[in-house]
């Protein structure tokens, strides 16, 4: 195979918030090689966008990249000046995104728009912009070209409007086109008109395409190769087939099965993933989807796995992976998606937690609790922040505990 | 407690029967500006049964929130009737139809917009009992702790702002909500469009137990149509206005009776690499005409593949007719919807 155009080698992204730091990405590597679609799936919150603001130096402040290479070219993106970069920046690399109307300048028209993109940059030749400005709205299929380049954002409808963004990033004839979730905005048949345009400059002219998106079914049709994120890491990465065929992420797995499908028997019950993601701030200890995964085992809860190679080119990071499950948790017929349903394994509770569950009882079943557990009283009293946090729902707990400490 | 006390013991209804809602020749146009008039609601027709989900799909701007809205009665219909329950929504006002209301809740779109963030959960969930005067006291908050649990939220939850909450929680204290006063029908417009996808099953398993649970009937509107079809008996198309085709979910996939949703159908993306590979889209030039001033006869003829334009798609509406035992279609050539446009891949 040839060498990558783009490769992410252990990109790591925080945002430092006042709450702490929010580790969006961790950990991230991927590769782009030439004329390639790669999609990168998730759901929000899932790092997926960040990892492309990262590529492209768009971070902004409290957020920053923390660790980690991005090379273009021989060129390391995260160490280049900020001029360097600019002159990467849609002209060797674009980018669309989602909202295509607050991406725009409501007062510009869309030709001056098009054509400023390619007068940042001096690819294009002086003369050859006005008529490539036309020539890139016709490519993009936008119908009266010559007239509608006149026309100003709001004149255009939302599909027409990701078509003209599309042609901005177009313009200086980019290696790589990042499209962040360019078709979730737009109606399902819009959406098939831009995924069957993104399919087109693929093929016509060998653009490479990353596709970040929440929905598998557009990254089915239009990607060849796939990354799955969940938590700010990447938990499984392979070609599109097997990814879609032969999951081995638990994750990945209860993501296929969780959706409706249109082709699909109705009758059947969604399994659904119970739970939410996890807080970025404080991600859980192990591996970041033990408290979902109905697989988990021991190993889980102490120890992160790694994204490693599993054969066929797939990589996944699990320490049980599903053709494990099937074998010995019987996975193929499972029905309850319980944490922990499959393999029997509940995680170690930890303070807090046992506080969290003491919060959803009635106040004399805690109290009643707490007396048959002397341990658990005397933890308590020594760990103001979980006594606060029971204090919330039951304050006449706080009292036990003070009757405790006196009683010593 | 039991959620049993919610509502009277439940009885499965008979399939046949009167409908429990019934809409006849719908009509909702808005005035805009200089003499424009904005057709958003054009003459629909439909009955729901009770206990049954009809879905009903479209694209934006089709008209099938203001459909919700004039069947919950929060708009004020230009002309034709809301039958709920024998009675005509449309002739009463005031204090009679608040009565009504009790019957018909909604759940919304968007769970950020639709919960008050200065109110605590426990009062957004028995403001529709406060309202309508019918539990106080300790009787409320232990109607609300168990509304709570019915959804699947910690009950001691009831103190807390909506902001302490994700997504698809807030969707279920919109849920929690709706179900207060025991109501014969939800309206669910768009109500996990804006929940991520393993959130979304979540929400749609809480919505199919609890129709079990409770013996609601569901009018389900939503753009995805793979979501309509997995929680409808029935699914209803929409198109600038006015209802194109009305199939039972079951048959809607294998075949088509309108061009619209043929092309609907063709454009969802399966997640599976393999079936989109043979995909064949029917792809719909352009977009959606604006309803102010919507094309002639057929509203679809402007993009419609099959169209006779010029000719009769141009100049005659279609009626909606009965094509095939239990589906309806509005286009003048169901026949060559099945011969001319391709197969659908992977239908089964």
Redesign the interface.
Known sequence: MSRPILEVKNLSTSFFTDDGEVKAVRNVSFELFPGETLGIVGESGCGKSVTAMSILGLVQRPGKIVSGQIMFKDKDLTKVSAEELRQVRGRDIAMIFQDPLSSMNPVLRIGFQIDEAMKAHNKIQKDDIAPRGIELLKQVRVPDAERRIKDYPHQFSGGMRQRAMIAMGLSNRPEVLIADEPTTALDVTVQAQILELLRDLNQDMGMSIILITHNLGVVAGLCKRVVVMYAGEIVEEGPVEQIFENPQHPYTWSLLRSLPRVDSNRQERLRSIEGLPPDLIAPPPGCEFNPRCPFRIEKCFSEDPELEPIGNAQHVACWVTMTRAFAEMGAATITDTRPGAASGVRPPKDLLEVVADLRTLAEPEVLETLAQDPALLEKLSQEPAALERLNEDHPAVIEKVIENLSDD | MTSATLTTPVTRPEPTGEPLLRVVDAVKHFHIGVGGWLKAVDGVNFEIMPGETLGLVG??GCGKSTLARLVTQLLPVTSGQVIFDGIDLTTLRGEKLRQQRKQLQMIFQDPYASLDPRMTIGDIIAEPLVNFGLLRGRHKDAKVQELLKVVGL?P?FNNRYPHEF?G??RQRIGIARALALNPKLIVCDEPVSAL???????I??LL?DLQKEFNLTYLFIA?D???V???SKRVMVMYLGKIVEVSP??EL?TSQEHPYTK??????????????SQ?R?I??H???PSPMNPPSGCHFHTRCPIAQVPGICADEEPPLEEKAPGRFAACHFSEKVRTELTA?P???
């Open positions: 694209e934006s910690n001691y994700s698809g929680q991520d996808v393993s959130i979304q099953a979540q749609i398993n199919e753009h149509l793979s979501v079809r997995h929680i979910s079951e996939y092309a609907l159908l063709s454009s969802i993306p399966v997640p599976d690499p393999r079936i989109e995909r889209l792809e719909l352009g977009e959606i659908l992977g239908g089964a």
